[in-house]
């Protein structure tokens, strides 16, 4: 019951989609339609899922005292203020439960909710990903050497796209006569993009395609279970 | 007042922005803070427009105002509580089914797509007649494009043994998967410098009204 | 040890300052340089010029802010072209952060159409989990799968709604990405299954996995790709932004990471060959 039941949706539900995607009248077309109301539900509920998990984790990890404890209870009490506001006063256009409190928009100039994520959540976001500049520019540095042919090919290619896709491109190459166009920067670079990349990103694309079509049928016909998980 | 606040947001997030820098120098306290912000802002983010975008519309709204025709929304309501049951270890396994109903339909979903969009469609644009382009680059271009693309695909093919002709096909699939991999390094450089741009743009910009917006 | 030897092994935190200043700079000292437009961007721009006027199109916010920097003066610029073309816009985020930055592109654009009205020209349908099957299910029921926008009011009390159940009606599809659930299921079901146009912007970082869909069968009609395309854009419809004031800046990192290959790859050598 643990196991087979769900091998048993798994099969049943699959079978249907993929039997819709052939014949969508009816009754599959229905059926299907349906299920991807209900996938959209439990999807919700599985991002509930998560961020109840993390709460919990966090929680257990300032129970036990685990090192660095002290840091989880900011994370905790960030999460119980995104939702008091978002509960009480809403987001956008959406209100809550205070309905949309003029009064606190007069002052914040938005609402509380979305005052945390423009000045907060925006800055802390983005600055979290902009740190890859740095240590990327540091990697390229270190451990982008042309040791072989192969990373020779990957280093030249790397080199011509960065200067190609930005205006320096252009700039330095502007004077070269128009019977010599193809020596243009961007257009190497467009070359490069247009037929020696799509060539390589195309066979890892049929080849991963042919990869997610197997294992779509592995997981329908019940031969890969780990999703099930362990016991 | 709203001036205010927006100003006083503005010096929050440029502290804030300093706090994440900091982790250039070494791991310290001010980043740890910042980082646990970020977890908490975005995970009660996540919660709160789950809520109000799909639950509620999607669900709790046809529920309350016409339960007689949306009596089935009950299924996926309980499936998505044997979802939460993930939560308590004693009775997780129940998740298991709301878990099937998600496998079964994206593998389903997957199957077709994948088959159609990633292996045909891309199949169909390979097969091209490269003499019948406009010019002399585009016809080369288009003959790297054909020769790439078989021999990255035979570099993938493992179940046959890398040597003699078919290993020397294969060699000349890396050189182009190689070729790839430079580009997506190029463009990789292009779009962490972008998000740098864009955070010194705040900081000399919103922040220090060094540059006009 | 010798000068190149030394230079292999500098504090990283040098490289990191050289970056910093070297981003820095250009943002200050305005250098123009002239920014090219690519065929790419330009079938994006011809495709929302051609849509004839009045048309429902979607545009799909699937990026946060942590890509905001690239994505956003796209997002900007083509809902400027849409609203002068007098497209009726129904946005819509596979993020759930997309929502709050479809507001926020929207802010900066209504300045200047002031005769624009929500729920008659434009509407945020707000976000929806599920990826592919997400898409899938919009196709054939579109209301069900979006029976409020945003702000929890029902569909069909906007004009903007009247008659879309699917993309039957719809003009094309923009998506606007930066992962998965984004520009590829939307080609995978929009144009593959349901044979509408599809096009987009996205991260540099996805440009070189998107390229193979744009080809002659048109699974992408254009795509938009990093900081460089959206500069692009803004030259297209002549409205210089962020994109634009930004690419001085990009091209002398990219100059400063070249030349920091160069010179660890001369290091590289001469160690090599000393050795």
């Known amino acids: 019951m643990r196991r087979q039941i769900p091998l048993f949706i798994t099969f049943f539900i699959g079978t249907i989609i993929l039997v819709s995607e052939f014949i969508p009248h009816k009754p599959f077309g229905n059926i299907s339609t349906t299920l991807g109301g209900w996938f959209l539900i439990i999807s919700g509920f599985a991002i509930i899922l998560g961020q109840l998990n993390l709460f919990k984790v966090n929680l257990t990890k300032i129970s036990r005292k685990a090192p660095n404890w002290q840091y989880y209870i900011i994370s905790l009490v960030c999460f119980l203020i995104m939702l008091v506001c978002g509960i009480l006063w809403g987001t956008l256009r959406q209100p809550g439960l205070l309905y949309n409190s003029e009064g606190l928009v007069a002052f914040f100039g938005l609402k509380p909710f979305d005052y945390i994520f423009k000045y907060l959540f925006e800055n802390l976001s983005a600055t979290m990903f902009s740190l890859l500049a740095f240590f990327m520019a540091s990697a390229s540095y270190r451990a982008f050497r042309a040791r072989n042919a192969e990373s020779t090919l990957l280093l030249v290619a790397a080199v011509l796209v960065m200067l190609g896709r930005t205006t320096i491109g252009s700039t330095l190459t502007g004077w070269i006569p128009d019977s010599l166009t193809y020596l243009h920067l961007p257009n190497i670079a467009n070359f490069i993009m247009e037929y020696l990349n799509t060539a390589g990103q195309r066979a890892i694309m049929i080849c991963a395609g042919l990869g997610v079509i197997g294992s779509s049928l592995r997981i329908i016909l019940g031969i890969e279970r780990s999703y099930l998980g362990g016991r | 007042m709203a001036l205010i606040m927006e100003r006083i947001g503005i010096w929050v997030g440029a502290i804030l922005t300093f706090a994440i820098f900091s982790f250039l120098y070494r791991d310290n306290p001010f980043y740890k803070i910042a980082e646990q912000i970020f977890i908490g802002i975005s995970a009660g983010y996540w919660f709160i427009y789950t809520i109000y975008n799909i639950l509620i519309p999607n669900l709790f709204t046809p529920l309350l105002t016409n339960f007689s025709a949306n009596l089935l929304l009950l299924l996926p309501a309980l499936l998505g509580i044997l979802m939460l049951c993930r939560l308590i270890p004693r009775i997780d396994w129940v998740s298991r089914y709301s878990i099937a109903l998600v496998v079964g339909t994206t593998a389903g979903l997957f199957f077709k797509r994948y088959l159609q969009s990633d292996v045909i469609n891309q199949m169909n644009a390979t097969m091209i007649n490269p003499f019948s382009a406009p010019d002399l680059a585009a016809t080369i271009g288009q003959l790297i494009l054909i020769i790439g693309t078989v021999t990255g695909i035979i570099y993938f093919f493992f179940s046959k043994k890398h040597e003699g002709v078919f290993g020397g096909t294969a060699r000349v699939g890396i050189f182009f998967l190689m070729i790839s991999f430079g580009a997506a390094f190029g463009y990789t450089v292009m779009a962490r410098i972008s998000l740098l741009i864009g955070r010194l743009d705040f900081l000399l910009g919103d922040w220090l009204g060094i540059i006009k917006p | ?275």
């Not at chain 3, 956003?72 to 930055?101: D, F, H, Y």
């Not at chain 3, 976000?127 to 799968?145: F, Q």
């Not at chain 3, 050598?269 to 000393?274: C, D, G, L, S």
């Open chain 3, 1 to 275: 040890m010798s000068l190149f030897q030394k230079l292999i092994h500098i504090d990283r935190r040098i490289i990191f300052i050289l970056i910093f200043f070297g981003t820095a700079v250009p943002l200050l000292l305005v250098l123009n340089l002239p920014v090219e437009v690519t065929k790419n961007v330009k079938n994006v721009y011809k495709m929302v010029e051609e849509t004839p006027e009045g048309s429902p199109v979607i545009i799909s916010f699937d990026y946060d802010p942590s890509t905001k920097p690239e994505i956003q003066p796209m997002a900007v610029a083509i809902i400027q072209q849409s609203l002068r073309n007098k497209l009726k816009l129904i946005c819509i985020a596979l993020w759930p952060m997309g929502v709050q930055l479809c507001n926020e592109a929207f802010e900066q654009v209504l300045p200047l159409f002031p005769e624009v009205k929500y729920g008659i020209d434009y509407v945020n349908l707000g976000y929806k989990a599920g990826g592919m099957v997400t898409i899938n299910h919009m196709a054939k029921d579109l209301p069900s799968t979006f029976p409020t926008d945003a702000g929890g009011i029902p569909i069909d009390e906007f004009p903007i709604m009247k008659g879309i159940n699917n993309f039957s009606k719809i003009g094309f599809v923009v998506g606007l990405s930066a992962g998965d659930p984004g520009l590829k299921q939307w080609v995978m079901v929009v144009h593959d299954a349901y044979g509408r146009p599809v096009a987009g912007g996205s991260t540099a970082v996805q440009v070189p996995y998107l390229l193979p869909y744009v080809n002659e069968q048109q699974q992408l009609t254009g795509l938009v790709g990093g900081l460089k395309g959206a500069a692009e854009y803004e030259k297209l419809i002549n409205q210089p932004g962020f994109a634009t004031k930004g690419m001085d800046a990009q091209s002398v990192a990219h100059l400063i990471i070249i030349l920091l290959i160069v010179i660890g790859n001369v290091g590289f050598f001469i160690t090599k060959r000393t050795k």
